[in-house]
């Protein structure tokens, strides 16, 4: 679209007009809106080679970023899913449970990490790790 502008109104005109477009670039917003970046670094530092941690982390957020500005250009927007008020309400909602659970996680991840050597211990962190695998994508729903 930057070198040839007019596939921006063209793509505009087809988010008003097809319906399948429209469904499409709903599900993008609506998955970009789950996306916490901050969440995503916390989980990047747990790689134990932090180049590529970085570096991966760094072209993700890049590409999160570039998605977003995109696809609210191509929606005519200024914030996500703002077609969709009570989807944008039901996923605010999620957030101050789902948060927790997420930093919850990170801790039995490096708890599970540090006993590996240890079957007892293992043991004790492997099930309350499941558990929280399985809350978070039942608050996540459809992008769990």
């Known amino acids: 679209m930057e070198e040839q502008p007019e ?4 793509l505009q005109q087809m988010y008003r007009d097809w319906p399948f477009f429209r469904a499409l670039l709903s599900n993008t917003q609506m ?21 590529t941690t970085g570096h991966v982390y760094a072209l993700i957020f ?5 998605t977003v500005r995109q696809v609210l ?17 039901s996923l605010r909602r999620r957030q ?14 490096k708890r599970y990490r540090e006993s590996i050597d240890d079957a ?11 558990r929280t695998i399985s809350a978070i994508s039942a608050g996540m729903r459809n992008t769990g």
């Open 62 to 66: 890049s590409e999160y970023q570039q």
């Open 120 to 130: 007892e211990q293992v043991s004790r962190w492997q099930d309350p790790l499941m």
């Open 73 to 89: 250009s191509l929606v005519e927007s200024d914030v996500l899913i703002s077609e969709n008020p009570v989807l944008a309400l």
């Open 7 to 10: 596939r921006l109104v063209q």
């Open 96 to 109: 101050p449970y789902l948060d927790p659970l997420n930093h919850i996680q990170l801790m039995l991840i």
């Open 31 to 51: 998955s970009l809106s789950k996306a916490d970046m901050g969440i995503a670094a916390n989980y990047a530092e747990l790689c134990q080679q932090r180049l």
